[in-house]
Nanobody, 124 residues
Framework: QLVESGGGSVQAGGSLRLSCAASGYTYSSNCITWFRQAPGKEREGVAAVYTGYGNTYYADSVKGRFTISQDNAKNTVYLQMNSLKPEDTAMYYC????????????????????WGQGTQVTVS
């Protein structure tokens, strides 16, 4: 189970931090990706972390503005979003591959077995 929190409304240039709390499966050694989906657009992977080693991955559209991190003691992944733009407006989901998954194809939604319910981010 994945539970997201931290979404909301913010003005352009502002910041938000999203949280994704994982439970019910082995947290270590899997890939967790933050996806987002705006109305009428495809789901887009924006950042990922491999929980085993902490390797991180970013889409070009968020590189330098978003930071993904994890707290292994809490089985929680965070997405710090700074310098937000109106085009960042979307529903944000975290997704996990599950046990022994990799981040080889971290932007492909079909690689992920577990999904959260989503949290809305609105930038005006």
């Amino acid at each position: 189970q994945l539970v997201e929190s931290g979404g909301g409304s913010v003005q352009a240039g502002g910041s938000l931090r999203l949280s994704c709390a994982a439970s019910g499966y082995t947290y270590s050694s899997n890939c967790i990706t933050w996806f987002r989906q705006a109305p009428g657009k495809e789901r887009e992977g924006v950042a990922a972390v491999y929980t085993g080693y902490g390797n991180t991955y970013y889409a070009d559209s968020v590189k330098g503005r978003f930071t993904i991190s994890q707290d292994n003691a809490k089985n929680t992944v965070y997405l710090q979003m700074n310098s937000l733009k109106p085009e960042d407006t979307a529903m944000y989901y975290c997704a996990a591959t599950g046990d022994d998954g990799s981040c080889r194809d971290w932007q492909n939604p079909r690689e992920f077995s577990y999904w959260g319910q989503g949290t809305q981010v609105t930038v005006s």
